[in-house]
């Protein structure tokens, strides 16, 4: 059954209930104002109360389909809003958003919730025990639900600060998760502000309607509403370029911990070519007399040195020398 609650109001008083034919007739027929509740309404419904209120196919349209984004639409002496409650699930980190289609106009408000959030049973409840605030019409009604639908985002906005407040602890800890943790509650501010930015000019153009309809100057209710919805969406927008400078800094500090390491690994990299220089030269100094001792190894049976007595001498000295040759040139090119 998709009618929550359906009643006739006179001064702010309930005076009948029943289903949303009997209380939109009476209405219409005997004066007082028609509050009709929807829960997910199937098409008959709808376009039942469609006709007798003579609401815009649009905005019906609009309701049979759901997920809207918030606004507010004027069709005629008919007002069509869509607004997107929110509650914050602090143990995944995400947003969980619900949808609330209003139709009001002359003597009737028609809510429609397309998902738990909001209780609007509570906010009905609250208004029967102030009549006061009742009897002032349709668009009482409007402010009660607008003004508990800010309220819930006021939680939120207090735990995605605290989630903010975390990162940022997180961010210089050196926590290789806090990038994933950054991207995903980036996403979820982002379609808290597609929920919340366009609030301020749909409180901006309410007020102006319900001047227009009641004749007064000011609307000070809804004046109240919009101060809160203005200060959410400063602190969403907040939100967003926090995140975002969390997300560079994270960026900037690990290229800072890349550089590093490929510093270290040149480092490491020149250190053994130092290395490797040095075994290299002194390989080559000890190979010439190797080599020179290699050559008078050979045995030859004619051999002019054989017979000198400064041959063996002079193998030795062109040993010396070569060695010391070799170790001048490496110790000049700073191989030693």
């Known amino acids: 059954m998709t009618l929550v609650d359906a009643a006739v109001y006179r001064d702010g008083r309930r005076i009948l209930s029943g289903t949303a034919a009997e209380v939109l007739h009476e209405a219409k027929a005997f004066g007082g104002m028609a509050w009709v509740g929807l829960y997910r309404p199937d098409s008959d419904e709808m376009r039942e109360i469609a006709q007798a209120l003579d609401l815009h196919p649009l905005a019906v349209e609009d309701t049979l389909v759901g997920h809207q984004r918030a606004k507010l639409e004027r069709y005629g ?9 929110a509650r914050y699930m ?7 958003f619900g949808e609330v289609h209003i139709f009001v106009g002359p003597g009737y408000v028609i809510t429609v919730r397309h998902a738990e959030n909001p209780n609007l049973a509570a906010v009905r409840h609250r208004l029967e025990e102030n009549p006061h605030v009742l009897k002032l019409g349709p668009y009482a009604v409007v402010w009660a639900v607008c003004d508990d639908i800010i309220d819930q985002y006021l939680p939120v906005v207090q735990g995605v600060e605290n989630d903010i407040d975390e990162i940022e602890d997180e961010l210089f800890s050196g926590d290789p998760k806090v990038s994933k943790r950054i991207f995903g509650l980036q996403r979820e501010v982002i379609d808290l502000q597609h929920a919340t930015t366009p609030l301020v000019s749909m409180f901006d153009r309410l007020q102006k309607i319900v001047m227009e309809v009641t004749g007064q100057s000011e609307a000070p209710a809804l004046r109240d509403v919009d101060d809160h919805a203005r200060l959410v969406v400063e602190q969403v927008d907040t939100f967003r370029a926090t995140l975002d400078s969390a997300l560079t800094v994270h960026a900037t500090m690990v290229e800072q911990e890349n550089n590093e390491a490929m510093r270290r690994m040149a480092e490491s990299g020149l250190q053994q070519n130092e290395q490797v220089k040095k075994v290299s030269g002194w390989a080559a100094i000890l190979f010439a007399p190797t080599l020179v001792g290699t050559i008078y190894g050979m045995n030859f049976r004619y051999m002019p040195e054989l017979n000198w007595v400064f041959g063996y001498p002079m193998a030795l000295g062109l040993m010396l020398a070569t060695s010391l040759t070799l170790y001048t040139v490496f110790k000049g090119k700073g191989w030693l």
């Open 77 to 85: 002496e008919m007002t069509f809003l869509v607004l997107q409650p």
């Open 90 to 96: 602090d143990d995944t980190e995400t947003v969980e």
